[in-house]
């Protein structure tokens, strides 16, 4: 659904956005991450048509975008990190407008747009002037204006910044359910904790180059080593201790517990559950421990 082949954007003798080669599937959220000037909001730009690129193709929805940009424009839902709202306008009178601009007949404009305002918990919106929203209400109702065509491909830069907790969270879930309507959905963010909750995959941008590309296990695996397994007994680990030993070297033990490295888990940690059953000790818990996707971003960021 978007296929980009050594994509680059120049401004002058700055690269901005340095071949990248990138394919996201159909029903598929990838987010992208990157610090500030990484090529982000470029690429978005790109894709979204809004900007030519210098080398390479972008391909969205069938469309490319260099030479129809109309068409793409029309198949994408562009949410920017800034949302540009007419203030002085009521939240009805916003969506009616833009829906217009999409094509959309009067019934389909008021149905689609009072649907979003409650998806958002903000239909009261529908008849307020949106210079008195909140930041998160704009950002919201910027969402539901960049979703009223129900567009097969999404462009999101930070969709939930300025939110509140409860607001971010009915935005995340309104993604994901997005996802399972087959669309294509790109998520620029710096929260890399709503990255990983939302994203099938993750790719890393540094100086226009994509530098890591990968689900978040796989990242993980890849970047900080095999998962780490944390084991807790209901005793302590004295007896428990020689028969791990058996399979996996140790990383740290405790008075009842004791942290193993393997790369493959689901073959050692069913045979030191056995030993330790015919051995009679009581095991508490057995599992990985969490590993952030901030450490996969700061090992990558710090590599380059």
């Known amino acids: 659904m978007i296929q980009l082949e050594g994509l680059t954007k120049r401004?002058?003798?700055?690269?901005?956005?340095?071949?990248?080669t990138l394919s996201i599937a159909a029903g598929e959220i990838l987010a992208l991450l990157g610090p500030n000037g990484a090529g982000k909001t470029t690429t978005v730009r790109m894709l979204a048509a809004i900007l030519?690129?210098?080398?390479?193709?972008?391909?969205?929805?069938?469309?490319?975008?260099?030479?129809?940009?109309?068409?793409?424009?029309?198949?994408?839902?562009?949410?920017?990190?800034q949302p540009g709202l007419y203030l002085r306008m009521r939240g009805g009178e916003y969506l009616g407008f833009f829906g217009r601009i999409y094509g959309l007949d009067a019934e389909t404009r008021q149905q689609r747009g009072r649907r979003l305002l409650?998806?958002?918990?903000?239909?009261?919106a529908w008849d307020r002037r949106?210079?008195?929203?909140?930041?998160?209400?704009?950002?919201?109702?910027?969402?539901?204006?960049?979703?009223l065509h129900e567009p097969p491909v999404l462009l999101l830069d930070e969709p939930t910044s300025a939110m509140d907790p409860y607001s971010a969270k009915l935005v995340?879930?309104?993604i994901l359910s997005l996802r399972d309507e087959r669309r294509v959905i790109l998520v620029c963010t710096h929260n890399l904790a709503e990255a990983e909750i939302v994203a099938d995959r993750i790719a890393i941008i540094r100086r226009g180059q994509i530098v890591a590309l990968g689900t978040p296990a796989e990242l993980k695996r890849k970047l900080l080593g095999p998962p780490v397994m944390e084991l807790r007994l209901a005793e302590t680990r004295d007896g428990a201790l020689p028969l791990v030993s058996r399979f996996?070297?140790?990383?740290?033990?405790?008075?009842?517990?004791?942290?193993?490295?393997?790369?493959?888990?689901?073959?050692?940690?069913?045979?030191?559950?056995?030993?330790?059953?015919?051995?009679?000790?009581g095991v508490v818990t057995l599992g990985e421990l969490p590993r952030s996707l901030e450490a996969v971003y700061l090992r990558v960021v710090e590599e380059q």
């Open 130 to 147: 949106m210079g008195e929203f909140s930041k998160g209400m704009r950002q919201k109702m910027a969402l539901a204006r960049a979703l």
């Open 11 to 20: 401004f002058g003798d700055f690269t901005a956005v340095d071949g990248v």
């Open 52 to 81: 030519q690129p210098s080398g390479g193709r972008a391909v969205v929805a069938g469309f490319d975008t260099r030479s129809d940009g109309i068409e793409v424009r029309r198949r994408v839902g562009l949410l920017t990190e």
């Open 248 to 281: 996996v070297e140790p990383l740290a033990i405790g008075p009842d517990w004791i942290r193993y490295e393997t790369a493959q888990p689901e073959t050692v940690n069913p045979l030191i559950l056995r030993a330790l059953t015919e051995a009679g000790i």
């Open 118 to 124: 409650e998806q958002f918990d903000m239909p009261e």
């Open 172 to 174: 995340r879930d309104a």
